[in-house]
């Protein structure tokens, strides 16, 4: 005859059985302990120190560590320690000793009937999830009845049946951690090799050289004959790294413009909901890992715009405060405040895309890094980015270079989403 009389929440194998939880143990039934009655080294769990949803002990505190006012409920080893508060949270563990938890807690005891490892499983399990959701009392701090508790559905197997069912969760659990190890160490693995291919295309060895690309110098050279003038080849041996001979080593400043943003003030003053006011950009506009800005989220009066900088699409932004250093392509025109740097590229030299995996690489953050002043808040000065150098590419391979970066990209990206399923 069943032990449990309620409609059963799914059909269970013959030789196991559905009974009511307080017939396994004396749900609800504790020992108490006052503060007093607590030895100073002894264990003091509260409900903070469990993991949600997986039930890890996140650290073990005890009485000389923590004050303690309140009466607590005692546990021994071998207990299973069950929240009845928030159960949704899924804190649940068996206790490894002996010690006082607090009364939002309720220590399990199976007297032998029941694996305390396989109690623990089935009160985490999804079923006993759905029963305590319905039956929980209180809006903000949901709680289980202790008359709920003792009917809740149990379902039993054989003694020896529950051994061998532990002993296959902790080995899937196992197997799954080690994955989810995989997961983080093939991540940080992808990060790594996109540094590295911008590493390669800075230096000319992505893509193989076309000898009928015409020369980064003849460009730069069509362009401002006097700015190629004041180069000599003793400047070579300064340079990072070689590069191939048909590209160049340039300042940034030299051939694109670059200036810092302004901030009228109180910006109060000037911030309007009007829809034809000017886009007001900041760093809360952008996403993160994110190439584009599209649109803001503030505007300001048009005549705020004296007090700031305007920039228009396709500029590049470079964040020159706090996490300074990080390109972004605009796709709207607006304003900037001070916390940015733009650098309105010169197109027949630079490839949009091009430039931003540049300002994106290792070696460009490396010398915005070298250059940043400030000894509480680093920040880049416009002066000094102009000054730093950069490897320039003819502008047919420039192109060549993002579309095999962008290839190598979408593949990194396609793991990476893999990874998240």
Wanted: hydrophobic fraction near 35%.
């Amino acid at each position: 005859k069943s032990h449990y009389q309620n409609e059963v929440p799914f059909e269970v194998p013959e030789n196991w059985e559905w009974v009511k939880l307080g017939y396994l143990c004396d749900y609800g039934k504790n020992e108490k302990a006052s503060p007093s009655q607590v030895n100073e080294n002894a264990w003091i769990l509260d409900l903070e120190d469990i993991e949600k949803d997986t039930g890890k002990l996140l650290k073990r505190v005890h009485k000389n560590e923590k004050e303690t006012k309140s009466i607590r409920n005692t546990f021994k080893k071998g207990d299973v320690l069950y929240s009845k508060l928030r159960t949704y949270l899924n804190k649940v563990l068996v206790a490894d000793f002996e010690g006082y938890c607090t009364t939002e807690i309720l220590p399990l005891d199976f007297n032998g009937f029941v694996v305390p490892e396989f109690a623990r499983h089935v009160l985490m399990s999804n079923y006993f999830l759905e029963y305590t959701a319905k039956c929980c009392y209180g809006v903000k701090m949901p709680r289980l009845g202790t008359n709920d508790g003792r009917n809740a559905p149990f379902s039993l197997p054989p003694l020896a049946e529950q051994h061998h069912i532990v002993s296959e969760i902790e080995r899937y659990f196992a197997l799954i951690d080690e994955i989810e190890a995989n997961k983080s160490d093939l991540q940080t693995a992808i990060t790594q090799t996109k540094s590295k291919v911008l590493d390669l295309a800075v230096r000319g060895k992505l893509v193989p050289q076309d000898p009928n690309d015409e020369s980064a110098s003849v460009v730069l050279e069509r362009i401002s004959k006097e700015q190629k003038a004041q180069k000599t080849t003793a400047d070579k041996f300064h340079y990072p790294f070689e590069v191939p001979e048909n590209w160049e080593w340039c300042k940034l400043g030299e051939v694109n413009n670059i200036a810092r943003g302004g901030s009228p003030r109180p910006i109060k003053h000037f911030l309007t909901k009007n829809p034809d006011g000017v886009n007001w950009i900041k760093i809360g506009d952008t996403e993160k890992g994110g190439k584009y800005i599209y649109s803001t989220k503030e505007k300001i009066i048009k005549e705020g715009i004296k007090y700031s900088r305007f920039v228009n699409v396709d500029d590049f932004l470079l964040t020159n405060s706090m996490s300074f250093g990080r390109p972004y392509i605009l796709k709207t025109d607006g304003c900037i405040h001070d916390g940015w740097l733009v650098i309105s590229i010169e197109k027949k030299i630079l490839n949009t895309d091009y430039m931003y995996y540049l300002l994106s690489s290792h070696f460009m953050f490396s010398q915005f890094y070298n250059s940043a002043v400030g000894s509480t808040v680093k920040n880049l000065k416009t002066e000094s980015v102009c000054l730093l150098f950069f490897p320039l590419p003819p502008l047919a391979e420039q192109k060549r270079i993002v579309f095999k970066v962008e290839e190598i990209f979408a593949q990194l990206d396609m793991i990476e989403e893999a990874l998240k399923a």
